[in-house]
């Protein structure tokens, strides 16, 4: 069973930034890619950042593109998610997720296993 835990969120202003974690309890970063969506009330579920090291894959949603960064410590097998020029409209309840290596564009159909999400909103 694949668990994972996203952490690092908050309340931020407009252009600001914040750095989500993800500790994700798996055998290795290549048995699963990882991906962050988020979800705001009412809304549904968006595609934010997708990384496969196996596949040597990152995909971004349209609307973080040059905004978001994904990364991975491959030593503690915690993926994160740094977030800047944070906007009103990035307000929501971010979650990662454990993927297959292969999706690539299409990761948020291939979500296997997901944890809880943290909550970020951003104040104008």
């Known amino acids: 069973e694949v668990q994972l835990q996203a952490s690092g969120g908050g309340l931020v202003q407009a252009g600001g930034a914040l750095r989500l974690s993800c500790a994700a309890a798996?055998?290795?970063?290549?048995?699963?890619?990882i991906a962050w969506f988020r979800q705001a009330p009412g809304k549904e579920r968006e595609g934010v950042a997708f990384?496969?090291?196996?596949?040597?894959?990152?995909v971004y949603g349209d609307s973080v593109k040059g905004r978001f960064i994904i990364s991975m410590d491959k030593a503690t097998n915690t993926v994160y998610l740094q977030m800047n020029n944070l906007q009103p409209e990035d307000s929501a309840t971010y979650y990662c997720?454990?993927?297959?290596?292969?999706?690539?564009?299409?990761?948020?159909?291939?979500?296997?296993?997901w944890g809880l999400g943290t909550q970020v909103t951003v104040s104008s």
């Open positions: 997720a454990a993927v297959e290596n292969a999706a690539g564009t299409r990761y948020m159909e291939f979500i296997r296993y």
């Open positions: 798996i055998l290795n970063s290549y048995d699963w890619a």
């Open positions: 990384r496969s090291e196996r596949e040597g894959t990152t």
